[in-house]
């Protein structure tokens, strides 16, 4: 089973940008598809991102595409998610997920494995 720890988060002026990391242990992530979801509250969680095994696939929700970027590094067990121009509305808890499966997935059942997330808050 692997272990997935997020970091990064925090309180941000609207227009900011944070990265966000999630580092993975007990078994390599190489292979698996790896996601970052969010649930604000009150809200379910929803999809923001997903990246293929080698990076060359990735999809983003409509509503952070031009904005997010994800990215990985295999060498380091590690996921990245760049966020810029930040928004009020993308204030949330942001969740790392891994899929141990090669075709890439986007609904959080898909996913088996969960950090215990990151807050982000963005102040208008």
Do not use: H
């Amino acid at each position: 089973q692997v272990q997935l720890v997020e970091s990064g988060g925090g309180l941000v002026q609207a227009g900011g940008s944070l990265r966000l990391s999630c580092a993975a242990s007990g078994r390599t992530i190489s292979s698996d598809v790896m996601g970052w979801f969010r649930q604000a509250q009150g809200k379910e969680r929803e999809f923001v991102a997903a990246i293929n095994w080698s990076g060359g696939t990735t999809l983003y929700a409509g509503s952070v595409k031009g904005r997010f970027s994800i990215s990985r590094d295999n060498a380091k067990n590690t996921v990245y998610l760049q966020m810029n121009s930040l928004k009020p509305e993308d204030t949330a808890v942001y969740y790392c997920a891994a899929r141990d499966r090669a075709n890439m997935r986007l609904m959080p059942a898909d996913f088996g494995s969960w950090g215990q997330g990151t807050q982000v808050t963005v102040s208008s």
